[in-house]
């Protein structure tokens, strides 16, 4: 079996500041941390770590080493796409020398965990909050596919490939690719698990007839409010994140950011 997990906009900004002038981000990612080496000892060793963008909030340098300082202690490999906050530069800065990135270009990569391929696409437009697969992602991605022929395999990507149904998230989703995306997964005759970010929230629909996950944010949330004038914002609500695991399918558990006491006997 192969498992991971993955995380999601984690949204870290340089030690001292906060998030929209409130929101401490490094205390969640911490809490998160703990969690992560408690589930060590529930679940057994974990393969790696997936970071489905928004690592950083304010895309500085110091907020990636402020990201690294939290996660590296646990000693699993971590492997990261950007999401619409983070800038492509820093972000190669800090994460070069792991292996899996390219040296120029966008920010797409594959890297083989076991018996999966991971697929890693950049859908960042730097200085936009919506996001796109363009020519090169997408055609990145066939190249990957037709040289996996069925091997079962997980893409990653940051913005949504789907209507979430929260408009404020949904007017900055994946503005370009979609039909593309959809239409290269259709072809796909393997098991392919889709994995993504940026709605704060935790939802499981299908593209192509194959399952697609949002992880929730480890450091907020946004309310399912599907009016067309719901408020703007966040909630102060740490998300958790998600473990999932390959052994003859998928299987994804959500693991909340704080254990709870027990268990007590019945
Ligand atoms: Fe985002």
């Known amino acids: 079996m192969i498992q991971f997990l993955q995380i999601s906009d984690t949204h870290i900004v340089k030690t001292g500041s906060l998030v929209s002038g409130r929101l401490d981000t490094a205390s969640p990612l911490k809490r998160v941390a703990l969690r992560i080496a408690e589930l060590q000892f529930e679940v057994g060793q974990l393969d790696g770590i997936v970071v489905t963008g ?40 800090a994460f070069e020398g792991t292996g899996y990135l390219p040296e120029k ?24 909050s919506g996001g796109e697969l363009d020519k090169e992602t997408l055609r990145f991605l066939k190249a990957c596919l037709s040289d996996l022929k069925q091997t079962p395999a997980v893409i990653l990507m940051h913005h ?21 995306l959809s239409a290269i997964l259709g072809e796909y005759q393997g098991e392919l698990l889709i994995l993504c970010g940026h709605i704060h929230r935790n939802i499981l629909t299908s593209l192509a007839g194959h399952s697609v996950i949002s992880a929730p944010s480890v450091c907020s949330s946004f309310l399912f409010n599907t009016h067309h004038d719901a408020p703007i914002g966040f ?12 052994a003859d399918g998928f299987k994804s558990i959500r693991i909340d950011p704080v254990r709870g006491d027990g268990p007590f006997p019945f």
């Not at 971590?78 to 983070?86: L, T």
């Not at 999966?116 to 437009?125: C, S």
């Not at 909630?235 to 390959?246: A, D, I, V």
Request: glycine share 12%; charged share 20%; net charge neutral.
């Open 54 to 93: 928004d690592i950083s909030d304010d895309g500085t340098a110091d907020s990636y080493a402020l990201f690294k300082s939290i996660l590296q202690p646990l000693n699993v490999p971590i492997f990261c796409i950007p999401g619409n906050h983070d800038a492509r530069k820093p972000f190669r800065n």
């Open 105 to 128: 270009g966008k920010l797409n990569w594959q890297h083989k965990l076991g018996d999966l391929q991971l697929i890693g696409l950049d859908t960042l437009i730097e200085g936009q």
């Open 160 to 180: 949504q490939p789907f209507k979430s149904g929260i408009t404020f998230m949904d007017s900055i989703g994946l503005q370009k690719g979609t039909s593309k």
């Open 235 to 246: 909630l102060k609500q740490e998300g958790g994140f998600l473990l999932h695991q390959w």
